[in-house]
């Protein structure tokens, strides 16, 4: 990997079995253009996952299920870096850093934080998941990433992790690089299939309105046959009249690698019907290699084990060496001293 090609980082945690739709055109698959032209690291947050109850090894064949399924997108361990994040020691250091340099009340204005809190109530929300975003901040500055490609639902925590760099800068002299998010607006929030006003989500979502990709293929693409629209005829991209028919034209042209406007275009004078039925092809196309990839990677342990294990080691070594500038910087003592 060269030295001198930006560096990118993300994460995606491993709390259920599959990813969605939404995480891999929000996220991963830019992470999997990214590899080409960046110093890439990419892991699956596992720390982060902690933050709702877990159990023991559920988390643990989700976090290889995850890795399984990053592989199979298409990430290349010779072109980039793919580890578990609580391999990396470091995260879990810095963040208690981090936490001391942010505030009580910008912590508490974090939507994710407040929408998932007012569902849950008080008692069964933890301190991690109020701390999540200062987590994922260590996770970004760590590496000294310069962008960060999430999906749009990312954007407050990103600007969180900006103010933070600056303040740490301002405060212990020059250390963090301040990280841009790398959000592509087509695919930036790709929504419920039965609620096209809210984002697939697999904490939100019902399962008839959520695409999970390991799910048998035939059945995602009855999801996508039977997804809401609306009850006019024309195909035609409008986000706020027409989101359901948006939804389904924008993972249509992601999917197919083509524009919304060519797909306009093709299917002018088609009804609704044709559209659907020609995405849950071109869907059922896609995923049933993937979930075939992805069974390989886990009926492989070894491979899948070696892997991890080298990613770990580079990012340990990029890792390290940022905690040892930002400890000597806070004041603790160190072999130097
Ligand atoms: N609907 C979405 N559209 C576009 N991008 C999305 N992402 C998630 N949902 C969408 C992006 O996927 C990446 C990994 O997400 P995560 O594992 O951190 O989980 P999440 O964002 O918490 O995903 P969910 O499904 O929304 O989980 P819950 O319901 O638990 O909150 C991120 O880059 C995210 O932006």
């Known amino acids: 990997m060269a030295l001198d090609r930006p560096r ?11 990813f969605h739709l939404g995480n891999y055109l929000g996220a991963v698959r830019q992470w999997v253009a990214q590899q080409e032209t960046h110093d890439a690291f990419y892991m ?22 995850a890795a399984a399924q990053l592989l199979a997108a298409g990430l290349d361990p010779e072109r980039c870096t793919v580890f578990i994040q609580s391999h990396v020691p470091e995260h879990a250091q810095l963040a208690w850093v981090l936490n001391c340099l942010t505030g009580f009340g910008e912590a508490s204005r974090m939507t994710q934080f407040k929408d998932k809190s007012v569902k849950q109530g008080a008692d069964r929300t933890t301190v991690g998941l109020f701390t999540y975003p200062v987590l994922m901040a260590a996770d970004i500055l760590l590496y000294r990433s310069d962008a960060v490609p999430v999906g749009g639902d990312q954007r407050q925590h990103l600007e969180l992790t900006r103010v933070l760099a600056e303040r740490f800068n301002a405060r212990y002299g020059e250390t963090f690089t301040v990280p841009d998010a790398f959000i592509v607006p087509e695919t ?102 993937f979930r075939d990839r992805t069974r390989e990677y886990l009926d492989d342990p070894g491979t899948l084990n070696s892997i991890l294990a080298q990613g770990a080691e580079k990012a340990r070594a990029v890792a390290a060496e940022t905690l040892a500038l930002v400890y000597e910087r806070v004041g603790f003592l160190t072999a130097k001293h």
């Not at 990118?8 to 599959?18: A, K, N």
């Not at 699956?44 to 996952?49: E, I, P, S």
């Not at 409008?238 to 948006?246: A, F, R, Y």
Request: glycine share 6%; net charge negative.
């Open 8 to 18: 990118v980082l993300s994460g995606i945690q491993p709390t259920s079995g599959s």
């Open 44 to 65: 699956v947050v596992d720390l982060h996952a902690l933050t709702v109850v877990q159990d023991a090894e559920a988390l643990r064949a989700n976090a290889r299920i």
């Open 188 to 289: 930036a929030r790709i929504t419920d299939l039965q609620d096209p006003s809210v984002k697939m989500s697999k904490s939100a979502s019902t399962p008839k309105g959520i695409v999970n990709l390991l799910d048998e293929p035939r059945s995602s693409a009855k999801k996508i046959r039977s997804a809401v629209t609306d009850t006019d005829t024309v195909i035609r991209y409008d986000e706020e009249k027409k989101p359901g028919i948006s939804n389904l034209l924008t993972i249509y042209a992601s999917l197919a690698d083509t524009t919304v406007a060519e797909l306009e275009q093709r299917y002018e004078g088609k009804g609704y019907g044709a559209l659907k039925t020609d995405l849950a092809d071109v869907l059922l196309d896609w995923v049933t290699p």
